[in-house]
């Protein structure tokens, strides 16, 4: 279900509330300011996706629904994730274009995560638990404030699509990078 908010709403849309079954949720409007904690009674959801620039914050209740594979939170201005650790089966993450400086630690725990999109965040280092994402086929940093590629990309060797683009890197790094893992800048 594709719901366009009208301008200025800022709550979640009436319309959802009585669709239970929901598999496939797709919010786009630029005045939505938070996700309610009854996202929950909506167990079937498989995909969502949101899109406002007036979000900022996530409720940890996102990470409970237990059939989510694949959350798109695109364009919005979320700083910081829940510390919940999700326990959905996610295969598909994307946070582009939003406000992070950092990932919590629980980014490594998703074992089925196939591809996660980090462009156009704040983001200058990965946690060391990222290392565990062995089904990552496809990782997007580009935008970001990395200065150094940070060492775990390079141990990781089932990524097959690594875009790092506009980053901070000297052109003695990018050199590196070219050498280690045959990327172009």
């Known amino acids: 279900m594709l719901v366009k908010l009208k301008k200025n709403e800022k709550t979640w849309p009436a319309?959802?509330?009585?669709?239970?079954?929901?598999?496939?949720?797709?919010?786009?409007?630029?005045?939505?300011?938070?996700?309610?904690?009854?996202?929950?009674?909506?167990?079937?959801?498989?995909?969502l996706s949101i899109s406002s620039k007036s979000l900022k914050k996530l409720p940890p209740e996102i990470f409970l629904l237990p059939k989510l594979e694949t959350l798109k939170l695109k364009n919005c201005s979320i700083e910081k994730l829940p510390s919940q650790k999700p326990l959905s089966p996610l295969k598909t993450f994307s946070l582009s274009n939003n406000e992070l400086h950092e990932l919590p630690d629980w980014i490594g725990e998703l074992s089925q995560l196939e591809l996660l999109e980090l462009g156009g965040n704040k983001i200058k280092k990965l946690p060391e638990t990222f290392k565990q994402l062995t089904r990552l086929k496809r990782l997007?940093?580009?935008?970001?404030?990395?200065?150094?590629?940070?060492?775990?990309?390079?141990?990781?060797?089932?990524?097959?699509?690594?875009?790092?683009?506009?980053?901070?890197?000297?052109?003695e790094e990018k050199d590196r990078i070219q050498a280690v893992l045959g990327i172009w800048f």
Do not use: A, Y
């Open 140 to 171: 997007n940093l580009d935008r970001n404030l990395f200065e150094t590629l940070p060492p775990c990309l390079e141990q990781m060797k089932n990524i097959l699509h690594l875009s790092l683009d506009e980053n901070l890197f000297s052109e």
């Open 15 to 47: 319309e959802i509330i009585s669709q239970k079954n929901l598999e496939i949720l797709e919010l786009v409007g630029d005045s939505l300011e938070e996700i309610p904690t009854s996202i929950t009674e909506f167990p079937l959801l498989r995909i």
